[in-house]
C-alpha cells in the first residue's frame, strides 16, 4: 500500500474493490477534524454553531472537539446537550451559600444572603457579617442604664444600681421608702440614683445604720454654751443640757445660766446664819 494519510487522519479500508479485484483504501479525517484540500483541519465546532451549547454555556474550541462550561457563579444540573446545562443556583443547591450570621433567601437571578438581626454586611460564606455595635448605634436602653451587645446580634439592657425598671426605662429608686435605709437617728434624702442619710442635729458619722453616734457637746467648749459659772454641761443622746451648779437656780429666759439663790432671803422660819448677819455669796 501506498497511501500516505495527512496528520488526524487515518488509513481506513473503503468497501470498493478496484478492477484488479484489490482492496482500496482512503483517508478519514479524526473526530473534530475535517478535510480541507489534502489536509485535516480541526473544525472550531463554537463558531459554526452558536447553539453547540445549552442556554447560558458557555463554549470552548478545543483542538480536537469543543466544551460546554457554566459561566461563574452558575451550576451545571447535567441534563440536556452534552450533559451541561446551567442555572443559577439556589440555597438548597449550595452545601453553605452564605455566612453563618446569613440567611440564604432564594430570587429570581438565584440567591441573596441577607445577614441576620444584629448583623451587617455582604453575608456571603467569604464576606461574611459583621456584629453591629448596637448600644453605640441605636442607644437602645435608657440612660439610666447598662447596655451590653450579646454575641449573636441581641443585646441587653439592665437598670443601674439605685435604679429599677425594664432597662429601656429605668426609674430612681426611693431608697428612702425603707425605714431602714438610715440610722435611726438619721433622715433620708433621696437623690437620683442614690440617696443620703444625714445624721440629726446632735449626732455624728455617716448616717448609715449604726453610723450616727451621739456629739459630747460637753467635751468641748466650743460645742456647747452652758454658763461656766452657774451650770455643770451633762451630755444627753442628741443634745446636751446645763445643769444649774448648788446654790443657783433655773432662771427664766435662759436654760445656758442659772441665777444665784440669795440664800439671805430664803423664807424660812430659821434664818439661814442665826443670831449672825447673812452675807450672800455667789453659790
Ligand atoms: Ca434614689
Ligand atoms: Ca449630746
Known sequence: MDLQCPTNS???????????????????????????????????????????????????????????????????????????????????????????????????????????KGFRGVGTAQLGCEVIDQCKEYTPCSQYATCVNQPRGSITCTCKNGYEGNGTICHDVNECKNPKACD????CVNTQGSFKCVCNDGFMG??????????????????????????????????????????????????RTCGDINECLLNSTKPVCGEHKCTNLPG
Open 10 to 116: 487515518k488509513c481506513i479500508e473503503t468497501q470498493v474493490t478496484n478492477t484488479k479485484g484489490r482492496a482500496t483504501f482512503m483517508c478519514e479525517c479524526d473526530s473534530g477534524y475535517r478535510k480541507k484540500g489534502s489536509q485535516c483541519e480541526p473544525i472550531n465546532e463554537c463558531l459554526e454553531n452558536e447553539n453547540i451549547c445549552n442556554g447560558t454555556a458557555i463554549c470552548t474550541d478545543l483542538t480536537p472537539g469543543y466544551k460546554c462550561e457554566c459561566p461563574l457563579g452558575n451550576i451545571n444540573v447535567g441534563i440536556g446537550k452534552n450533559n451541561v446545562t446551567c442555572t443559577v443556583p439556589k440555597c438548597s443547591d449550595l452545601k453553605s451559600p452564605c455566612h453563618a450570621d446569613a440567611e440564604c433567601i432564594d430570587n429570581a437571578f438565584g440567591f441573596s444572603c441577607k445577614c441576620k
Open 206 to 255: 455617716t448616717g448609715l445604720p449604726g453610723f450616727c453616734s451621739d456629739q459630747d457637746e460637753c467635751a468641748d467648749p466650743r460645742t456647747n454654751n452652758c454658763d461656766l459659772q452657774s451650770t455643770s454641761c451633762l451630755n444627753t443622746p442628741g443634745s446636751f443640757d446645763c445643769v444649774c451648779k448648788r446654790g443657783y437656780e433655773r432662771s427664766a429666759g435662759s436654760n
Open 184 to 187: 435611726s437617728n438619721a433622715h
